[in-house]
Each structure stands twice: as structure tokens, then as C-alpha cells.
């Protein structure tokens, strides 16, 4: 029998994690020809996270759980779930009961039986979502799109079912700076994309603050492009020309009418916009040397404080 792992990143969800785990133990008990195991991610919570799923792991032997020495993030916890998790299938769900476990049979069946090696679940819509923040991410998805070959899909959560092999292809992805988003389909496959309502958290808070996502949307457009650096450099290319006419066009000036090179406001106008300019793209190229700098350091993705769980004793 097939062995599925699913892994459930958690940061700070004592509130709905025995919910999660009573929604998804009814489904997971009528999959066909599969055990099924789950690998809790406990990332650095701060509440009674990882006591809870210790509670979860001493009744029932297919919990496992890793727990971080701080929070590192929910990519990093992604990556050491497929990393520990021992699989032959594994499914990755967050634990706010944002991603339906009744879909789980559906994603199982288009790996299974349809000859997908990954099956994903996307959001039609974003309701119940601020305004605000929907048009944003809307913008952001259209402007990656636009400047990355990696195709960043629109509403793609991160609830997605796959193969081993198409985990070990995520896991040999090692960068530092992880978009996973860019990374799942970056490394290729057939991915089948199941589609879903969006559905409100069951409990417990958002992690994402408006000025968090920004900072991600940010991180993933400089990981799966380097349009930003190429608009700089024509950006730069295209003032040099106009300076270059302007000069042209003030010499021709004077020679014709004499004293006519007068004018300073204007000048300083255009030095605060070229000097602007100049900043935002020497930004741009910081953006692309910090995230280098932080490659070239080789840290770990991720520091384990305790594992345990699976019918063993803690490691
Ligand atoms: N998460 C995590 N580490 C973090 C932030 C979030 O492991 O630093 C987990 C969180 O516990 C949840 C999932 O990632 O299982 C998605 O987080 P959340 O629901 O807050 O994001 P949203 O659904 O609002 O995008
Ligand atoms: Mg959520």
C-alpha cells in the first residue's frame, strides 16, 4: 500500500489545529489503497502549537512532527516537510482549513490514475478577502507574468499533491530565497489544477500583513526575473539620448541666439529626476546583490529544536 505524506506547515495554530485534524482524518481514512501519515511543521510558534500536535502524535502513531529552533518561515517549513516527509505521495495543506480536505481524493486520483505527477488547487475567486489586497495581488500576478518566463499562476494556493519525484525535484531546488510559488513550477511536470472557492480561515489569524506580502511579492519577482535589471539599463540608455539631444539642441541655441542658456530651476528639476532615477535603479540592483549575498552565505534553510512522533519516542 502507497504511503501518502501530508505535510501541514503551522505557526502559531493551538486554535485550529485539532480542527484540522479531525476534518482531515474522516477523509483520509476513505482513500483508497493508501496509509496515510502527517508530518506537522511546527515553525517557531510562540503559543501551545507544538503541545498540541504532541497531544495529536501520542494518540495517533501516523503523526509526525518537526519542530524549528525559531520561526523561519512558511517556505522553510515547506521545504523541511518534503525533506522528512517518507512518502511515496505527499501533500502539502496549510492548517486553517483554507485548503477543503474533501478535494484530497480528487488531487489522489489525478496523480493516481490520470498520469499527472502533481495535481494543485487554485482559487477562482477572493472573496471575503479586503479589496484592496485582491487588487494588489491581482496586479502582482499580471506583473510577474509579464517579466518571468516561470509561469506564477493566479490564485494558486499552496495545497498541492505530487509524486516523490516531483518532491526530490522541489528539494534539489536549494537556493536560500524560496518562492515557492515560482519553484513548484519552475521545476516542470504535469500539474493538474483543480479549482475552489475561496474559503475563509476556521480560526486563529492571518500571518500575512499587507506590508509582508509586499515584501514577498517583491522577493519572488527578483528570484524568477531579472526584467528589473534590463528596465534599468534601458531606463538609463534612453536618458543618456535625450541628455545627449538636449545638449545638442542647447549648444545649436546659443550659437544661433546669444545668452539664450539661462534657465537654472528647470536644470535643477531635471538633475532631482535623473538623480531619482539613478537611485531607483542602484535600488534595484542592491535588491538582486543583498539576495546574493545572502545565496553565497550557504545558511541552513532551516535549524530543527526537536522531532518525534510516528510511534517512536522523540529523536
Ligand atoms: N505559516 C508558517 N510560518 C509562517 C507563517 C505561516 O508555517 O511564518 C503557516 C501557517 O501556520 C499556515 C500556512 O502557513 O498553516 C498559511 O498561513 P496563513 O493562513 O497565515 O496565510 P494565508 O492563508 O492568510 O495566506
Ligand atoms: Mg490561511
Known amino acids: 500500500m502507497a504511503l501518502l505524506s501530508i505535510v501541514v506547515p503551522c505557526y502559531n495554530e493551538e486554535a485550529a489545529l485539532g480542527r484540522f485534524y479531525e476534518a482531515v482524518r474522516p477523509v483520509a481514512a476513505g482513500l483508497p489503497d493508501v496509509r496515510v501519515e502527517y508530518l506537522f511543521v511546527d515553525d517557531g510558534s510562540t503559543d501551545g502549537t507544538l503541545a498540541a500536535v504532541k497531544k495529536l502524535g501520542s494518540a495517533d502513531p501516523a503523526v509526525r512532527w518537526l519542530s524549528f529552533s525559531r520561526n523561519f518561515g512558511k517556505e522553510a517549513a515547506l521545504y523541511a516537510g518534503l525533506e522528512h516527509a517518507k512518502g511515496d505521495l505527499v501533500a502539502v495543506m496549510d492548517a486553517d482549513l483554507q485548503d477543503p480536505p474533501a478535494l ?14 502533481c495535481a494543485a488547487v487554485r482559487r477562482v475567486d477572493r472573496k471575503g478577502e479586503p479589496p484592496i489586497r485582491s487588487f494588489c495581488a491581482r496586479q502582482f500576478y499580471k506583473l510577474i507574468n509579464k517579466m518571468s518566463d516561470t509561469e506564477i499562476v493566479d490564485g494558486a494556493r499552496d495545497f498541492r499533491l505530487m509524486t516523490r519525484k516531483m518532491a526530490e525535484a522541489v528539494l534539489a531546488v536549494k537556493e536560500y530565497n524560496r518562492f515557492s510559488k515560482g519553484i513548484f513550477s519552475w521545476v516542470g511536470f ?126
Open 190 to 315: 504535469r500539474t493538474k489544477w483543480v479549482e475552489t472557492e475561496n474559503i475563509p480561515r476556521s480560526a486563529g489569524e492571518t500571518k500575512w500583513s499587507f506590508f509582508k506580502l509586499v515584501l514577498y511579492a517583491l522577493d519572488g519577482i527578483v528570484a524568477f526575473s531579472t526584467a528589473p535589471l534590463a528596465i534599468a539599463s534601458v531606463l538609463g540608455l534612453v536618458l543618456c539620448v535625450v541628455a545627449g539631444l538636449a545638449i545638442v539642441f542647447i549648444i545649436v541655441r546659443e550659437l544661433i541666439w546669444q545668452g539664450s542658456a539661462y534657465g537654472w530651476p528647470s536644470l535643477v528639476c531635471i538633475i532631482l529626476l535623473i538623480a531619482g532615477i539613478q537611485l531607483f535603479c542602484m535600488g534595484i540592483l542592491g535588491q538582486y546583490l543583498a539576495k546574493t549575498y545572502l545565496e553565497t552565505k550557504k545558511r541552513p534553510i532551516y535549524i530543527l529544536r526537536e522531532q518525534g512522533g510516528g510511534g517512536h519516542d522523540e529523536e
Open 104 to 117: 484530497l481524493p480528487e488531487l489522489l486520483r489525478a496523480v493516481r490514475e490520470e498520469g499527472y505527477d
